[in-house]
């Protein structure tokens, strides 16, 4: 599991899928569901700050029927190892968090 600090991973994040934040994809690590910020927001789910947290460690599957799973990081389990973890600069709190999905949505 990779393990990077909070600017690596948002580094990352914006290499991969470019500035904005709500079109960074995730995938979760049960169900293999690819879901973006705006996915959320898309379906009514949530506002676009409250979407822009839950995108990383929720499976929208948890607040939409029939979409993905109901599988959260910060269960029991984890991301079962497929995840990555997030260190905190503040306080260096590790923070399990979803995979980058390797496709775009």
């Given at each position: ?6 600017e ?27 879901q ?9 789910v ?29 269960g ?30």
């Amino acid at each position: 599991m990779i393990k990077q600090t909070l600017e690596e991973w948002r580094n990352e994040a914006i290499e991969r899928f470019g500035e904005s934040a709500r079109e960074w994809a995730f995938q979760c690590p049960k169900c293999g569901n690819v879901q973006t910020a705006l996915d959320f927001v898309e379906k009514s789910v949530m506002g676009l700050n409250d979407a822009a947290n839950a995108v990383y460690q929720e499976c929208i599957g948890r607040h939409v029927e029939g979409d993905g799973c109901n599988w959260a990081a910060y269960g029991l389990f984890g991301t079962f190892g497929k995840g990555r973890i997030v260190i905190a600069p503040d306080d260096g709190r590790e923070v399990e968090v979803f995979d980058f999905a390797t496709e775009q949505k």
